[in-house]
């Protein structure tokens, strides 16, 4: 049998050869291009259709007294996301998770368009859910694909009967858009809560922790099928915990104290610094800033005409009248203006230039020296003596007790108040538009000398330590982080200390003090003080205490202020002399408070 032979060209083979060695070439190319080059993408992208991340929140850390009782801690509300990508039909999901939520559809949309970042990633639609109406999304899984839920923390205060401190703690607020660009790369994230007054916004990095995540398998549906074998949870980090020098008994028996007063309360460890308790009124309840504020409760706080979300102990402005006299008499003292020989006939009126400046006591003190003129608080010996001065130098000794400055106190929300000096005079009113009048002012804490209550507490807890100061602190890590002994040390004679304690206990312990009815019996406590009243033309004047009082080696200092209280003698000092005995245990804690 005859067979033909096929003769193909050389060439033609060699074509051929090449062309197949040029496709195996592009295939090995893209089977490397799809199997290792890209391989971390495509298993991205896979890894999108088949595993939902579920972001684990992390509690913040607690917030706790200085003995370890808690005055902040977390609870858990439920939340509904939907991711949009597995969303099969959007509107009749939204219409039937509005229906099982009982909220309106529009309040689903609104929220998915707010909280929205990627058609792969969850957005909120809905927050704080009841556990009756999560399972009813849950009852209904199968017909909702897309729709998930989470556990969120929010804030809760167990100890809030005995204790509220909400201008300490402060508030925590769901983020803003500004914010998120301003924390950008911080793992926040549309939603989420940051810090924004008190000591949630201070210490907002070490209080919120790091989120966590749980990796779910899903199936072509966006069911879950359960977790991914191949990839380990993400656990949450819990925030730090803060401990507070506040003592929490103290703190609530203050507030109790101040309750339906307007005002604010400081109590500070003299010699640390550390803040026993920080009040002021009227406060807000915390449980409505817990979790996600609505607009109505909002509005409700911070359209009040009593500003319950001012916090007066470190914000408000005060002149502080005749309590600020103490450091006129420091001034004079240290630059040998006056000695305790030195004396003024008070008659009640001190006529300057055209006008008559008057004395509390209208009668007048009679013949009074500079220990006189504190325990009674004379204005006409103040009178004098400032004529013997400049406001600079005044200035020089009101700055040197932190005056027209911040404290340094660890919460945000502080004012530096104002103490004039002669730039800030001639910026105020024009150069050489202001006159000795304003000085008069000045001496007395008047005219445009502004104080907080904290900077007075401050003012005596460094007359209390004879000059050693320290910096208001409301924790107590930095306690341990900074030695006792530091601290800044002012340098004044000895005899001015001796002669400012003598009349500030004079104050309430001679029969002539404007506190004396306010004076703690039994000798066992000493208490120093001085009154203020201070005229606002607003109304009533507001009513000022502030002092110091020692038992064995402890010392506390404080101030209390009543907003329109009349007279500091009969309505703030009252007050100072209850935290006092209570502090030191000297009513036995049988003050019965209203």
Same mark, same amino acid.
């Given at each position: 049998?005859?067979?033909?032979?096929?003769?193909?060209?050389?060439?033609?083979?060699?074509?051929? @050869?090449?062309?197949?060695?040029?496709?195996?070439?592009?295939?090995?190319?893209?089977?490397?291009?799809?199997?290792?080059?890209?391989?971390?993408?495509?298993?991205?992208?896979?890894?999108?259709?088949?595993?939902?991340?579920?972001?684990?929140?992390?509690?913040?850390?607690?917030?706790?007294?200085?003995?370890?009782?808690?005055?902040?801690?977390?609870?858990?509300?439920?939340?509904?996301?939907?991711?949009?990508?597995?969303?099969?039909?959007?509107?009749?999901?939204?219409?039937?998770?509005?229906?099982?939520?009982?909220?309106?559809?529009?309040?689903?949309?609104?929220?998915?368009?707010?909280?929205?970042?990627?058609?792969?990633?969850?957005?909120?639609?809905?927050?704080?859910?009841?556990?009756?109406?999560?399972?009813?999304?849950?009852?209904?899984?199968?017909?909702?694909?897309?729709?998930?839920?989470?556990?969120?923390?929010?804030?809760?205060?167990?100890?809030?009967?005995?204790?509220?401190?909400?201008?300490?703690?402060?508030?925590?607020?769901?983020?803003?858009?500004?914010?998120?660009?301003?924390? @950008?790369?911080?793992?926040?994230?549309?939603?989420?809560?940051?810090?924004?007054?008190?000591?949630?916004?201070?210490?907002?990095?070490?209080?919120?922790?790091?989120?966590?995540?749980?990796?779910?398998?899903?199936?072509?549906?966006?069911?879950?099928?359960?977790?991914?074998?191949?990839?380990?949870?993400?656990?949450?980090?819990?925030?730090?915990?803060?401990?507070?020098?506040?003592?929490?008994?103290?703190?609530?028996?203050?507030?109790?104290?101040?309750?339906?007063?307007?005002?604010?309360?400081?109590?500070?460890?003299?010699?640390?610094?550390?803040?026993?308790?920080?009040?002021?009124?009227?406060?807000?309840?915390?449980?409505?800033?817990?979790?996600?504020?609505?607009?109505?409760?909002?509005?409700?706080?911070?359209?009040?005409?009593?500003?319950?979300?001012?916090?007066?102990?470190?914000?408000?402005?005060?002149?502080?009248?005749?309590?600020?006299?103490?450091?006129?008499?420091?001034?004079?003292?240290?630059?040998?203006?006056?000695?305790?020989?030195?004396?003024?006939?008070?008659?009640?009126?001190?006529?300057?230039?055209?006008?008559?400046?008057?004395?509390?006591?209208?009668?007048?003190?009679?013949?009074?020296?500079?220990?006189?003129?504190?325990?009674?608080?004379?204005?006409?010996?103040?009178?004098?003596?400032?004529?013997?001065?400049?406001?600079?130098?005044?200035?020089?000794?009101?700055?040197?007790?932190?005056?027209?400055?911040?404290?340094?106190?660890?919460?945000?929300?502080?004012?530096?108040?104002?103490?004039?000096?002669?730039?800030?005079?001639?910026?105020?009113?024009?150069?050489?538009?202001?006159?000795?009048?304003?000085?008069?002012?000045?001496?007395?804490?008047?005219?445009?000398?502004?104080?907080?209550?904290?900077?007075?507490?401050?003012?005596?807890?460094?007359?209390?330590?004879?000059?050693?100061?320290?910096?208001?602190?409301?924790?107590?890590?930095?306690?341990?982080?900074?030695?006792?002994?530091?601290?800044?040390?002012?340098?004044?004679?000895?005899?001015?200390?001796?002669?400012?304690q003598r009349a500030m206990w004079n104050v309430l312990n001679s029969p002539k003090g404007t506190a004396f009815s306010s004076r703690v019996p039994g000798g066992e406590i000493d208490?120093?003080?001085?009154?203020?009243?201070?005229?606002?033309?607003?109304?009533?004047?507001?009513?000022?205490?502030?002092?110091?009082?020692?038992?064995?080696?402890?010392?506390?200092?404080?101030?209390?202020?009543?907003?329109?209280?009349?007279?500091?003698?009969?309505?703030?000092?009252?007050?100072?002399?209850?935290?006092?005995?209570?502090?030191?245990?000297?009513?036995?804690?049988?003050?019965?408070?209203?």
């Open positions: 049998m005859l067979k033909s032979e096929i003769r193909v060209p050389r060439v033609k083979r060699r074509v051929a @050869d090449g062309v197949v060695m040029v496709l195996l070439s592009v295939l090995v190319a893209r089977l490397y291009y799809l199997q290792v080059y890209r391989h971390e993408k495509f298993q991205e992208l896979a890894d999108y259709n088949r595993i939902r991340p579920v972001t684990i929140h992390a509690p913040r850390g607690l917030i706790l007294d200085r003995d370890g009782r808690v005055l902040a801690s977390n609870r858990f509300v439920y939340t509904i996301s939907v991711i949009r990508d597995e969303l099969v039909d959007e509107e009749t999901e939204f219409e039937m998770i509005a229906r099982y939520l009982d909220v309106p559809a529009g309040e689903i949309e609104a929220n998915l368009n707010k909280y929205y970042r990627d058609r792969f990633l969850p957005a909120m639609v809905s927050r704080e859910v009841s556990f009756r109406n999560l399972s009813l999304i849950e009852e209904h899984r199968d017909d909702l694909p897309g729709v998930i839920y989470s556990k969120f923390p929010v804030r809760r205060y167990s100890n809030k009967a005995e204790v509220n401190a909400s201008h300490i703690l402060g508030y925590l607020r769901e983020i803003s858009r500004e914010e998120l660009d301003r924390h @950008d790369g911080e793992d926040y994230a549309p939603g989420d809560f940051s810090g924004a007054h008190g000591i949630e916004k201070r210490y907002d990095s070490r209080l919120r922790g790091k989120k966590g995540s749980l990796f779910l398998q899903v199936d072509a549906l966006g069911r879950e099928v359960g977790p991914v074998k191949e990839r380990d949870p993400i656990p949450a980090e819990p925030g730090e915990n803060i401990y507070l020098t506040i003592d929490a008994r103290l703190q609530g028996y203050v507030e109790r104290l101040l309750r339906d007063r307007t005002g604010a309360a400081v109590v500070l460890n003299a010699a640390s610094g550390e803040v026993l308790a920080l009040v002021s009124m009227p406060d807000y309840p915390l449980d409505d800033f817990a979790g996600f504020i609505e607009m109505d409760t909002w509005a409700k706080h911070s359209d009040n005409e009593s500003r319950p979300l001012f916090n007066r102990s470190v914000s408000g402005l005060y002149p502080p009248g005749s309590a600020i006299k103490p450091i006129t008499a420091i001034m004079a003292l240290e630059n040998g203006l006056v000695d305790l020989d030195w004396t003024v006939t008070c008659t009640g009126e001190y006529l300057y230039g055209d006008r008559i400046f008057g004395c509390w006591v209208p009668e007048g003190h009679g013949k009074v020296n500079l220990m006189d003129a504190i325990t009674e608080s004379c204005n006409i010996y103040f009178y004098h003596l400032i004529q013997k001065a400049d406001l600079d130098t005044w200035f020089r000794y009101a700055r040197l007790f932190g005056f027209g400055q911040k404290t340094g106190i660890d919460l945000p929300e502080e004012n530096s108040g104002i103490a004039p000096n002669t730039t800030f005079m001639n910026d105020k009113y024009g150069e050489n538009s202001w006159s000795g009048g304003h000085l008069l002012n000045v001496a007395i804490g008047q005219g445009d000398v502004l104080v907080t209550p904290i900077q007075m507490a401050r003012f005596m807890a460094t007359v209390a330590m004879r000059g050693f100061e320290r910096r208001p602190r409301l924790t107590l890590e930095e306690r341990s982080s900074e030695k006792e002994t530091e601290g800044n040390r002012m340098e004044l004679e000895e005899s001015t200390w001796d002669i400012i208490f120093f003080g001085k009154t203020g009243t201070s005229e606002n033309p607003h109304g009533e004047p507001h009513a000022w205490f502030i002092g110091f009082a020692r038992k064995g080696e402890e010392t506390i200092a404080f101030s209390t202020l009543v907003e329109h209280g009349g007279k500091g003698g009969s309505t703030a000092a009252p007050l100072a002399r209850r935290i006092v005995e209570h502090y030191f245990g000297a009513d036995s804690l049988k003050v019965a408070i209203k």
